[in-house]
């Protein structure tokens, strides 16, 4: 297995621009609104938007566990293409996530992949959903 194996693929329209888009991605106080239904503490949100810069973000849960994510960046080319690793575990297996986004009509189509195969099949169909979940906060908060 390669990581350029998508194991998650979602295409999604939005009626926003490609900036609009790309900043809902990198900018923290914007990524911390729509990644994360349940709650995601924006003021735990650390963006470093560059290749080599480091990101986390940190999610409560409605029990109150804590899920600490993190990454760093692989590719960043506004306001078409991002490319990051994620994980919400210690060490280095890390997923890698790639964003295209192509302006279409009124809006931008955006194209999500996750790959990496560091987790059981089942987990990439629970994080489908709930990137797909993640998606729908995003369609509704953005506009531009």
Known sequence: MTDEMPYISITRTFAASPEAVFEAWTSPTQFGLWFGTLSTAVEDVSMDVRVGGEWSARMILGDGAEIGWHGSYLE??????????????????????????????????????QSGGNMPSEDYAQAEEGWRSFFDDLSKGISG
């Not at 994620?86 to 992949?113: C, N, Y």
């Open 76 to 113: 960043v080319d506004a306001p078409h293409r991002l490319v990051l690793s994620l994980s919400d575990r210690p060490g280095d297996q890390f997923e890698r996530v790639t964003v295209e986004l192509a302006k279409i009509g009124g809006g931008t189509e955006m194209t999500f992949t």
